[in-house]
């Protein structure tokens, strides 16, 4: 996982080429990751220096605040890497790299291009382009049902507590 995701910062204007399903929903899951831990971590910081005047959490606040700024710089940085990811990935299952602008129609735009990015990738064979059967095995299809459903709940958990903490 860690190799996908580090060779997708290794090809940050890299238009050209295909990227497998693998190496794309490697990135995106682990950069979930890190986002999700920045933005609880800067949380916790606001938390721990609001109404105390304590130097202990100050103390313990700042390197929060610190990695919290690495992760921001960090999400900022994978805007720009997954989008020539994602036209890699787009072209790795045999469409044109102009379909990325599909996400642009509302509602709809958007669940086409994931259906886009979840299909499996074509396969040359004699200079014949061929479709693996979808979904190839039982149990991918059930990985990504069970992480796809952790993820919408992880960031429904973080809008909570985010409302919450604006009350």
Known sequence: ???????????????????????YWHFVIL?????????VLFLSAIALTSGVNSS???????????ISLIGLLLFFGSIWVALPL??????DVGMSWKW????????????????FLTRS????IEGKEYYLRYPTKKNHIVGY???SVLII???????????IAAV
């Open 56 to 66: 202990f959490s100050v103390a313990i606040s700042i390197p929060m605040y610190i």
């Open 31 to 39: 950069n979930s990751i890190v986002t999700v831990i920045s933005y």
């Open 145 to 147: 049902w069970i992480a």
């Open 100 to 115: 990325i602008f599909l996400v642009s129609v509302p509602y709809i735009g958007g669940v086409f291009v994931v259906i």
């Open 153 to 163: 709940a992880l960031f429904l958990v973080i809008f909570t507590i985010s409302l």
């Open 86 to 91: 994602t036209v890699r990935r787009i072209r």
């Open 121 to 124: 990738s074509i396969i040359s």
């Open 1 to 23: 996982m860690l190799t996908s995701y580090f060779s997708a910062w290794k090809r940050p204007f890299d238009f050209k080429g295909k990227t497998t399903r693998k190496e």
